[in-house]
């Protein structure tokens, strides 16, 4: 078993894929990411994570939208417009702010990547981010599907 959670955002973000020769914008629509079934306290600090984790692709979508007004991002350092690198306390606030006023938040469904054959999530993610809307869709679908077995005591 590979189970994992999918992380579906509330709402999809759009942000500059700057690992492409020429940046493109990219939307977001979820992630993968660790769960333990044997440990609810790693999986609450998990959630933590993806908390966090929200906030930043927020700050980064809000960056994209508006092209930098407040800061800048090269090579995964964010800057002040003087050039000043900013500091963590500063990366925080800009994070939560504007997770906050996308309203940006998230679902989780545990699911088991196992049950995923051919060339799926390849085709419909970039590492472990799920840039397709449709390959979200039959994530979820999937992941329900996997924990209405679970309840039953189906094997």
Not at 86 to 98: A, N
Request: proline fraction near 3%; aromatic fraction near 12%; include cysteine.
């Amino acid at each position: 078993m590979n189970k994992q959670y999918l992380v579906q955002l509330t709402r999809p973000v759009v942000i500059d894929d700057c690992y492409h020769e020429a940046p493109i914008k990219q939307a977001v629509y979820g992630f993968i990411g660790q769960y333990n079934e044997y440990d609810p306290e790693e999986n609450a600090y998990h959630e933590y994570l993806f908390r966090d984790y929200c906030g930043y692709l927020a700050a980064l979508h809000q960056w994209t939208a508006n092209g930098g007004e407040e800061f800048t991002v090269t090579d995964k350092e964010w800057f002040d417009l003087d050039g000043n690198p900013l500091s963590y306390e500063q990366r925080v606030y800009i994070c939560q702010r504007d997770r906050e006023t996308l309203g940006l938040d998230f679902e989780l469904h545990v699911i088991d990547l196992d049950d995923i054959s051919g060339d799926c999530l390849e085709c419909g993610m970039q590492g472990s981010i799920i840039i397709s809307p449709i390959l979200m869709d039959k994530l979820i679908e999937l992941a329900e599907r996997q924990e209405e077995v679970n309840r039953s005591g189906a094997v």
